[in-house]
């Protein structure tokens, strides 16, 4: 059974269109309009194993907030109507990514209960023309959107690139170990509930 979601978001600040394969083979095609933010979601896809195609038109004239957050409210929303009820999946995932000087770890519990904890401080306020403040907006509406709690902390690094993306990286794959199928769940929700 395929784990796919597509996910149309249209207001007057944005205009997003994500499709989501979970078993795909890490491919992406993804135009934001924010370089910064495209380079991210790829290296989610290919480090999640997720097959990623994303259109976001967004008021950049502005800001690039809102592009950004409703991307992860996009992203998230997609990832939840994949998993279709979190049915057969291991549930937990969790990952330490270095990146040079930097190593930051993931630890991700599909629950449901979405949730965010956030330690990760960056050194510059902006990596090119993107504000690094927009990097918690991201997590947090993609946390929010996909039903998962999220604690995302980087235990060291200097270089803000580094940073932002070896969160990501794990991000991706913490979330690509909660997703796995597994035999032992019988095709049920990991949950001594029944459901989550």
């Given at each position: 059974?395929?784990?796919?979601?597509?996910?149309?978001?249209?207001?007057?600040?944005?205009?997003?269109?994500?499709?989501?394969?979970?078993?795909?083979t890490?491919?992406?095609?993804?135009?934001?309009?924010?370089?910064?933010?495209?380079?991210?979601?790829?290296?989610?896809?290919?480090?999640?194993?997720?097959?990623?195609?994303?259109?976001?038109?967004?008021?950049?004239?502005?800001?690039?907030?809102?592009?950004?957050?409703?991307?992860?409210?996009?992203?998230?929303?997609?990832?939840?109507?994949?998993?279709?009820?979190?049915?057969?999946?291991?549930?937990?995932?969790?990952?330490?990514?270095?990146?040079?000087?930097?190593?930051?770890?993931?630890?991700?519990?599909?629950?449901?209960?979405?949730?965010?904890?956030?330690?990760?401080?960056?050194?510059?306020?902006?990596?090119?023309?993107?504000?690094?403040?927009?990097?918690?907006?991201?997590?947090?509406?993609?946390?929010?959107?996909?039903?998962?709690?999220?604690?995302?902390?980087?235990?060291?690094?200097d270089?803000s690139?580094?940073?932002?993306?070896?969160?990501?990286?794990?991000?991706?794959?913490?979330?690509?170990?909660?997703?796995?199928?597994?035999?032992?769940?019988?095709?049920?929700?990991?949950?001594?509930?029944?459901?989550?």
């Amino acid at each position: 059974m395929a784990r796919t979601a597509e996910i149309v978001r249209n207001t007057r600040e944005t205009q997003i269109t994500a499709r989501i394969d979970l078993d795909g083979t890490g491919q992406a095609d993804v135009e934001t309009g924010i370089g910064f933010l495209d380079h991210m979601l790829d290296a989610f896809a290919r480090h999640g194993g997720f097959d990623l195609h994303l259109r976001a038109k967004g008021d950049l004239h502005i800001d690039f907030h809102h592009t950004v957050e409703d991307t992860g409210i996009v992203l998230g929303q997609a990832v939840f109507e994949a998993l279709d009820g979190f049915k057969g999946i291991r549930r937990f995932g969790h990952a330490y990514v270095p990146m040079d000087e930097t190593l930051t770890r993931c630890a991700i519990d599909l629950s449901n209960r979405a949730y965010l904890v956030w330690k990760v401080a960056f050194k510059t306020p902006k990596i090119g023309a993107m504000d690094t403040e927009l990097f918690k907006e991201f997590h947090q509406a993609f946390a929010m959107n996909s039903g998962a709690c999220i604690h995302l902390e980087t235990l060291y690094g200097d270089n803000s690139h580094h940073i932002a993306e070896s969160g990501f990286k794990a991000l991706a794959r913490a979330l690509r170990q909660a997703v796995e199928l597994d035999p032992k769940t019988h095709g049920q929700a990991p949950s001594t509930k029944g459901v989550l």
